[in-house]
């Protein structure tokens, strides 16, 4: 069975099955299909990392879930006008049995092919994440596996210099703005449920903590401020008991209404503890944007999902070909004023729209910023629209700016690239992956952030369609995550 190109699905789970198909073209070329010109002063790299499966199970790649797949890795180098396309695959070591056995190894939703001795693998397929000089392609059931930066070598499995505490980290780390260090949690169904690691510029780990937490919970992501360290505990109860019955991981999280979210705050000092501090509403939230400190409040704000058990039961299902109508599927900007001395924490809905992959100029994370950047669909539209346009916000007077798709284009996450070192904060480009399901082509769309519903800058055509994945990073052309 084959997935074909959809310009307009007739379910969510047909048109991310579109979009997501799986590509397994390792590239190395000059792009020289250009409209616009590309600006002189990007001057790096954009990684890109999402699940492309490279040997399919028999019944077929629409099989497989929005989570599944081999991590496929793409750089898109800028230098003088110019762009170059390297991607690799993420080479773990069960990858290499199953490409070597063409048997593949299992997934959310398709058993393993090759015998219990083959078991499932966990794949890098989040995140890809430069620090310190070198490269981390993440998901959150694993530990990081090391990628050279220039070359996208496979170089294997980085444990923190030997300080794990838990089975693996997320595919989410926060780097602080300002000094550099980079921040990244784990969470498990046993305990200690969430821990907590800091991994310095030079990339020495300077702390490693068990975190205690309520209950057992996904915990996808995290928010930093310039002293504290915030963990979003969502409504959601994650039993590992079905998994070791041999139950799916579907019946292992559960969502329950009678727990609103809470928060964890704690300070970023090693032996710091944890206050949680309950959150009015229940709710899960994929990713926060940013948090900062201001007036002795935190303030974050976050795509959050009303509608955990609905979330759920549509993750159950995408891209298993399964007609629904996704309502659990759509998180919406909130704002959450915490309160840490007071122990409070007080919530605003900003929008009623879709959206999710928020974004924002990285020089800022943990410091307050003005503006943020992120995936969206109109109020008005379905989950059809859902990754239709881009969506810049202004933080300080409440306005957002849109750049539009035509039908049957998909975006992917927007990353801010500055300008210049020294360039205000939405002074530089919003770099973007876009889908094109009626040319069944990739571009790279180079917007000008300060006029994003203008016409790109520069649209840069791929020799190939890839699957939009999830993450990417900036990492200027001295190796840096930040100009």
Same mark, same amino acid.
């Given at each position: 069975?084959?997935?074909?190109?959809?310009?307009?699905?007739?379910?969510?789970?047909?048109?991310?099955?579109?979009?997501?198909?799986?590509?397994?073209?390792?590239?190395?070329?000059?792009?020289?299909?250009?409209?616009?010109?590309?600006?002189?002063?990007?001057?790096?790299?954009?990684?890109?990392?999402?699940?492309?499966?490279?040997?399919?199970?028999?019944?077929?790649?629409?099989?497989?879930?929005?989570?599944?797949?081999?991590?496929?890795?793409?750089?898109?180098?800028?230098?003088?006008?110019?762009?170059?396309?390297?991607?690799?695959?993420?080479?773990?070591?069960?990858?290499?049995?199953?490409?070597?056995?063409?048997?593949?190894?299992?997934?959310?939703?398709?058993?393993?092919?090759?015998?219990?001795?083959?078991?499932?693998?966990?794949?890098?397929?989040?995140?890809?994440?430069?620090?310190?000089?070198?490269?981390?392609?993440?998901?959150?059931?694993?530990?990081?596996?090391?990628?050279?930066?220039?070359?996208?070598?496979?170089?294997?499995?980085?444990?923190?210099?030997?300080?794990?505490?838990?089975?693996?980290?997320?595919?989410?780390?926060?780097?602080?703005?300002?000094?550099?260090?980079?921040?990244?949690?784990?969470?498990?169904?046993?305990?200690?449920?969430?821990?907590?690691?800091?991994?310095?510029?030079?990339?020495?780990?300077?702390?490693?903590?068990?975190?205690?937490?309520?209950?057992?919970?996904?915990?996808?992501?995290?928010?930093?401020?310039?002293?504290?360290?915030?963990?979003?505990?969502?409504?959601?109860?994650?039993?590992?008991?079905?998994?070791?019955?041999?139950?799916?991981?579907?019946?292992?999280?559960?969502?329950?209404?009678?727990?609103?979210?809470?928060?964890?705050?704690?300070?970023?000092?090693?032996?710091?503890?944890?206050?949680?501090?309950?959150?009015?509403?229940?709710?899960?939230?994929?990713?926060?944007?940013?948090?900062?400190?201001?007036?002795?409040?935190?303030?974050?704000?976050?795509?959050?999902?009303?509608?955990?058990?609905?979330?759920?039961?549509?993750?159950?299902?995408?891209?298993?070909?399964?007609? @629904?109508?996704? #309502?659990?599927?759509?998180?919406?900007? %909130?704002?959450?004023?915490?309160? =840490? !001395? &007071? $122990?409070?924490?007080?919530?605003?809905?900003?929008?009623?729209?879709?959206?999710?992959?928020?974004?924002?100029?990285? @020089?800022?994370? #943990?410091?307050?910023?003005?503006?943020? %950047?992120?995936?969206?669909?109109? =109020? !008005? &539209? $379905?989950?059809?629209?859902?990754?239709?346009?881009?969506?810049?916000?202004?933080?300080?007077?409440?306005?957002?700016?849109?750049?539009?798709?035509?039908?049957?284009?998909?975006?992917?996450?927007?990353?801010?690239? =500055?300008? &210049?070192?020294?360039?205000?904060?939405?002074?530089?480009?919003?770099?973007?992956?876009?889908?094109?399901?009626?040319?069944?082509?990739?571009?790279?769309?180079?917007?000008?952030?300060?006029?994003?519903?203008?016409?790109?800058?520069?649209?840069?055509?791929?020799?190939?369609?890839?699957?939009?994945?999830?993450?990417?990073?900036?990492?200027?052309?001295?190796?840096?995550?930040?100009?």
């Amino acid at each position: 069975m084959t997935t074909q190109p959809m310009a307009h699905a007739a379910t969510p789970a047909e048109m991310l099955a579109s979009i997501l198909r799986p590509n397994p073209r390792e590239a190395d070329y000059a792009i020289t299909d250009v409209e616009g010109e590309i600006p002189r002063e990007l001057n790096g790299t954009l990684y890109r990392n999402g699940p492309c499966q490279k040997v399919l199970p028999k019944v077929g790649a629409g099989a497989l879930h929005l989570f599944d797949g081999d991590a496929m890795v793409h750089a898109i180098r800028f230098e003088d006008g110019k762009a170059h396309h390297l991607s690799r695959y993420a080479r773990t070591e069960s990858f290499e049995r199953s490409e070597k056995s063409g048997l593949y190894r299992g997934g959310i939703n398709v058993e393993a092919e090759g015998g219990a001795e083959e078991g499932i693998d966990a794949q890098p397929n989040t995140n890809i994440v430069p620090h310190g000089g070198r490269l981390f392609a993440m998901v959150e059931v694993a530990p990081p596996f090391e990628m050279d930066p220039k070359t996208l070598a496979s170089k294997g499995t980085w444990d923190y210099d030997g300080k794990m505490l838990g089975m693996s980290t997320t595919a989410h780390p926060k780097i602080d703005g300002k000094t550099g260090q980079m921040l990244i949690h784990g969470y498990q169904p046993v305990e200690p449920y969430v821990q907590l690691y800091v991994v310095e510029p030079d990339g020495s780990v300077s702390l490693a903590e068990a975190v205690d937490a309520p209950w057992p919970s996904m915990m996808h992501d995290f928010a930093i401020t310039e002293n504290y360290v915030i963990f979003p505990l969502g409504s959601i109860y994650f039993d590992l008991q079905p998994m070791l019955d041999g139950r799916g991981f579907g019946e292992a999280v559960q969502a329950r209404d009678d727990l609103n979210m809470k928060f964890g705050v704690r300070r970023r000092e090693a032996g710091s503890p944890t206050t949680w501090i309950d959150v009015p509403s229940a709710g899960y939230m994929f990713h926060p944007g940013n948090a900062y400190e201001k007036d002795g409040k935190i303030w974050m704000d976050a795509c959050t999902y009303e509608n955990p058990a609905g979330l759920l039961q549509d993750l159950a299902t995408v891209r298993s070909g399964a007609s @629904r109508d996704a #309502g659990g599927f759509a998180a919406h900007p %909130y704002l959450y004023e915490i309160d =840490p !001395a &007071a $122990g409070t924490c007080k919530e605003k809905k900003l929008s009623d729209s879709t959206a999710e992959f928020p974004r924002l100029d990285d @020089r800022r994370v #943990g410091y307050e910023n003005r503006w943020g %950047y992120a995936g969206t669909a109109s =109020p !008005a &539209a $379905g989950v059809e629209s859902y990754f239709r346009r881009i969506t810049k916000y202004d933080r300080v007077d409440g306005t957002s700016v849109h750049r539009e798709t035509v039908p049957g284009q998909w975006v992917g996450e927007p990353v801010f690239v =500055p300008r &210049a070192p020294d360039a205000e904060e939405d002074d530089g480009f919003v770099l973007n992956l876009v889908y094109d399901a009626n040319t069944d082509r990739t571009a790279v769309d180079v917007l000008d952030a300060r006029a994003i519903d203008a016409t790109p800058l520069a649209r840069l055509w791929l020799q190939e369609r890839i699957a939009l994945g999830f993450h990417g990073n900036w990492a200027h052309a001295d190796g840096t995550p930040r100009d």
